[in-house]
């Protein structure tokens, strides 16, 4: 059973951190690419930040880059996005995503076929 869930997500401080996790169950991620989206009430889901299945090669979406962080460790199994200098605008439900056997391009949700539950990110003073 392909299964990937998100933890990390919370009520943060503007300006503040957290660190989004993205665990796999019953695959393992060596070969998929991987995505971080996000989905504000009332808005379509985005592309956040995309790692190839070798960890070579990343996309980041213009608001974000410079402040979040993707990564994998295979050895866990796990894919993270760490979240810098957080503004309210990045209030969402953050959900990750795989793509097996694709080349690695565009970072959007149509491209993208695994979806784990989402976890609620909340930036607020």
């Known amino acids: 059973q392909l299964q990937l869930v998100e933890s990390g997500g919370g009520l943060v401080q503007p300006g503040g951190s957290l660190r989004l996790s993205c665990a796999a169950s019953?695959?393992?991620?060596?070969?998929?690419?991987i995505g971080w989206f996000r989905q504000a009430p009332g808005k379509e889901r985005e592309g956040v930040a995309c790692i190839s299945s070798s960890g070579g090669s990343t996309n980041y979406a213009d608001s974000v880059k410079g402040r979040f962080t993707i990564s994998r460790d295979n050895a866990k199994n796990t894919v993270s996005l760490q979240m810098n200098s957080l503004k309210p605008e990045d209030t969402a439900v953050y959900s990750c995503a795989a793509q097996k056997f694709a080349l690695f391009r565009l970072c959007v949700p149509t491209e993208y076929d695994y979806w784990g539950q989402g976890t609620q990110v909340t930036v607020s003073s």
């Open positions: 019953g695959f393992t991620l060596d070969y998929y690419n």
